[in-house]
């Protein structure tokens, strides 16, 4: 049984830092790409980061240079590492993983206070 459970999400000030995790098992992480989206009320769901079984990342414009994705293949866990945090990243933050399948896990809330 797959399994993703985000954890790292709360409530920070503008400009402030939050690292969320995603720990997965249930799957063969190692050959898995991994993937953080987020959605905010009344909006879809959107892209973040996304980081390949060879550790190759794609970030949305919105974020680059502000969040870095990275893995962790022995701890089968994926990380997204969010700096300079502005009030329109709050939103719940989803892990995903792709290995022929998409599997998500429950999300995470970030919330960003002005």
């Known amino acids: 049984q797959v399994q993703l459970v985000e954890s790292g999400g709360g409530l920070v000030q503008a400009g402030g830092s939050l690292r969320l995790s995603c720990a997965a098992s249930g799957i063969i992480f190692s050959i898995s790409a991994m993937g953080w989206y987020r959605q905010a009320p009344g909006k879809q769901r959107e892209l973040v980061a996304t980081i390949g079984s060879g550790g190759s990342t794609n970030y949305a414009d919105s974020v680059k240079g502000r969040f870095t994705i990275s893995r962790d293949n022995a701890k089968n866990t994926v990380y997204l590492q969010m700096n300079s945090l502005k009030p329109e990243d709050t939103a719940v933050y989803y892990c995903?993983?792709?290995?022929?399948?998409?599997?998500w896990g429950q999300g995470t809330q970030v919330t960003v206070s002005s």
């Open positions: 995903n993983a792709y290995f022929g399948v998409i599997r």
